[in-house]
């Protein structure tokens, strides 16, 4: 028995000796091996690490590309927006310089022919019935000053001229009896007169005696017969809204008496 456990010691420790030279070798090439594959864990890592940052370079630089593109673009329409901005300004201001000469044009011709007209204006005021004469003459006169004033615009001369015209206008359209001096020959009388539009004007003495209209072909006054005192009298009455309105029987100018 002693024998026997002798042997299988000695076979046991002959294995063990056999053995070892075994396992240390395989110890040392388990350890070759994980530290290549903690090298290779090490290396895949900083790959990892390196394709992590370029990744986030490569989006970053995306996003860059992103953001330039799309301010490249709106930097694109804003400066298409310019340009049509500016051709349109362009286009402005031509048609502005065109309307500045023709202004110009104008003017040149206008003054000339507002200056026409004053003359116009001046000469049927005297031509015409000889009402309010001194006044409107000197009316003529004012706005033919005032048509000179060099700090009046255009404007505003044209308009003066058109109320100027505008007045004598309306004479045509009103009735009107007034208290005026009237001078014949030697004698200066007053007269009460009466002017129907510009068609027909009369004057009558304060004493209702004696009555004359105006003959605008013989620019003088024509006496009428005693028998229209009586008319032209209440005709005066209902232009001064004294009476109502009638039917009035008056001569007419140029119809004789």
Not at 146 to 172: C, K
Not at 190 to 207: K, W
């Amino acid at each position: 028995m002693n024998s026997y456990r002798s042997r299988l010691i000695a076979v046991i420790g002959a294995a063990a000796v056999s053995l070892m030279p075994v396992t240390t070798s395989t110890a040392d090439d388990l350890q070759k091996s994980l530290d290549v594959v903690e090298a290779t864990n090490r290396s895949a890592e900083r790959s990892q690490q390196k394709i992590d940052a370029l990744s986030r370079e490569t989006r970053i630089m995306l996003e860059e590309y992103r953001s330039l593109k799309e301010s490249s673009e709106y930097q694109d329409a804003y400066q298409r927006e310019l340009e049509l901005l500016d051709a349109s300004q362009q286009a402005r201001i031509e048609s502005l310089n065109r309307e500045i000469a023709q202004a110009r044009i104008t003017r040149q011709r206008i003054l000339p022919l507002m200056r026409s007209m004053v003359d116009a204006l001046e000469q049927f005021v005297v031509l015409d019935l000889p009402f309010h004469h001194e006044d409107r003459i000197a009316a003529v006169m004012q706005l033919r000053q005032r048509l000179d004033r060099p700090d009046l615009s255009v404007s505003a001369r044209f308009r003066l001229l058109l109320e100027g015209f505008q007045i004598e206008q309306n004479y045509s359209q009103t009735v009107e009896a007034w208290r005026g001096p009237l001078q014949r020959e030697q004698d200066q009388l007053s007269v009460e007169f009466l002017r129907l539009g510009r068609v027909a004007l009369y004057y009558q003495t304060l004493d209702r005696e004696q009555s004359a209209y105006w003959d605008n072909n013989e620019q003088r006054w024509q006496p009428l017969a005693s028998e229209y005192n009586r008319s032209l009298a209440a005709a005066m009455r209902v232009a001064r809204s004294e009476a109502a309105p009638a039917l009035l029987e008056l001569p007419f100018p140029g119809r004789g008496s």
